[in-house]
């Protein structure tokens, strides 16, 4: 199971990206979009921007996760683009990596803001495995 990540940017607002991130995940294959993680921020009216991670691996059954949520936050310090890209990054080989089951890896959820100024925080969440 390997992940990749998508980006989208407008300078404008998050008016004109709210449409770019559904044409993305229309745009995403059947498989690819049962694994989809989708999380977007807006930088006090400008630089708006989100991420997309997917796979193209099949669903692994979910009977195995519980029902206990735990995560890690990935962080950038810095606004530039480059900067942004290896947050991105940094979080897909978290989920590339071996700490997580695949199970758990394939419905992790994510959460994005850089609203505060050029701190960025990427989020991920999954269900631990059942005890």
Same mark, same amino acid.
């Given at each position: ?52 991670? &997917? ?9 195995? /996760?519980?029902? @206990?949520?735990? *995560?890690? #936050?990935? =962080? ?7 900067? &942004? ?9 978290? /989920?590339?990596? @071996?700490?997580? *089951?695949? #199970?758990? =890896? ?26």
């Amino acid at each position: 199971m390997t992940f990749v990540y998508d980006q989208l940017t407008n300078s404008s607002d998050m008016s004109y990206l709210w449409p770019e991130m559904t044409n993305a995940l229309n745009d995403l294959s059947k498989k690819r979009r049962k694994s989809a993680k989708i999380a977007a921020s807006d930088m006090k009216g400008s630089d708006a921007r989100a991420i997309l991670i &997917y796979c193209d691996s099949a669903a692994p059954d979910e009977a195995e /996760l519980g029902t @206990n949520w735990t *995560s890690k #936050v990935f =962080k950038t310090t810095s606004g530039s683009e480059e900067a &942004y890209q290896a947050l991105y990054q940094e979080c897909v080989n978290f /989920l590339n990596g @071996n700490l997580l *089951s695949d #199970v758990e =890896k394939y419905y992790a959820q994510i959460s994005f803001t850089n609203a505060s100024s050029n701190d960025g925080f990427l989020a991920l969440f999954w269900r631990e495995l059942e005890r």
